[in-house]
C-alpha cells in the first residue's frame, strides 16, 4: 500500500530565505508525482507536476526533483515571501491511478 | 474563468438529512474526481468518473452515491449524514483517467454535519 510522508509538518522562516520541503513515498511504481499548494480555507493549487520519467520541474522560484529509485521529491523555494505561506501537499499517482497524498507541510514565511 | 466549481461552499445540517454537493467543470475534461479532506488534512480519493462511467470507487459507505449526468458535472449525494461525515470534500478534474494527467481541484465543499 502507498503511503505518502512529508517532512517537515511546519516550518517557519524568515523572508528571503530559500528551503526544501520533502516528500518521500513507499513504492516507487508511481506514473507520476504533484506538488499542490493549499491556502487556508482554499481548494488546491497544481504547483509543479513531474512524471515518472523526468528528473525535475521548473516554475518561477519553485523546482521540484524526483527520485523514484528512492522514493523521494523534494520542493525547493527560492528568495521565499510572505505570499509562499501556505500548506505545500505533495501526491504521488500510484499503479492504481489514484493521486496518494501526504500530510502537507505548513509553511509560514515571516516579513 | 476556465476552471473546477462546486456549489455550495458552505454546508451545515443536521444528523439524518440527505444533501448533495455539485461540482462542474468547463475544461473540457473527460475524468472527474471526488476527494474527502478530513479534520487531520489528509486527503482521501472517494470517487472518479470517466466520461460518465464510475472507474474508482473506494471503501466509501454506500451512503455516498457519486452521479454524472454529464462528463462536465460529477454530483455528490449523501443519505443520512452522520458526524463523522463533516470534513471538506473537494472536486477534481484531468484531461482523462491516463495516469499521466495533472489533477485540477475546486475550492471545496466545508461540511459540518450538527
Known amino acids: 500500500k502507498q503511503e505518502v510522508t512529508q517532512i517537515p509538518a511546519a516550518l517557519s522562516v524568515p523572508e528571503g530565505e530559500n528551503l526544501v520541503l520533502n516528500c518521500s513515498f513507499t513504492d516507487s511504481a508511481i506514473y507520476n508525482l504533484q506538488w499542490f499548494r493549499q491556502d487556508p480555507g482554499k481548494g488546491l493549487t497544481s504547483l509543479l507536476l513531474i512524471q515518472s520519467s523526468q528528473r525535475e520541474q521548473t516554475s518561477g522560484r519553485l523546482n521540484a526533483s524526483l527520485d523514484k529509485s528512492s522514493g523521494r521529491s523534494t520542493l525547493y523555494i527560492a528568495a521565499s515571501q510572505p505570499g509562499d505561506s501556505a500548506t505545500y501537499l505533495c501526491?504521488?499517482?500510484?499503479?492504481?491511478?489514484?493521486?496518494?497524498f501526504g500530510s502537507g507541510t505548513r509553511l509560514l514565511v515571516r516579513p | 474563468d476556465t476552471a473546477v466549481s462546486q456549489t455550495p461552499k458552505y454546508l451545515v445540517t443536521q444528523m439524518g438529512n440527505d444533501k448533495s454537493i455539485k461540482c462542474e467543470q468547463n475544461l473540457g475534461h473527460d475524468t472527474m474526481y471526488w476527494y474527502k479532506q478530513d479534520s487531520k488534512k489528509f486527503l482521501k480519493i472517494m470517487f472518479s468518473y470517466n466520461n460518465k462511467e464510475l472507474i474508482i470507487n473506494e471503501t466509501v459507505p454506500n451512503r455516498f452515491s457519486p452521479k454524472s449526468p454529464d462528463k462536465a458535472h460529477l454530483n455528490l449525494h449523501i443519505n443520512s449524514l452522520e458526524l463523522g461525515d463533516s470534513a471538506v470534500y473537494f472536486c477534481?478534474?484531468?484531461?482523462?483517467?491516463?495516469?499521466?494527467?495533472?489533477?485540477?481541484f475546486g475550492p471545496g465543499t466545508r461540511l459540518t454535519v450538527l
Open positions: 501526491a504521488v499517482r500510484d499503479s492504481s491511478y489514484k493521486l496518494i
Open positions: 477534481a478534474s484531468s484531461q482523462d483517467s491516463t495516469a499521466q494527467n495533472e489533477q485540477f
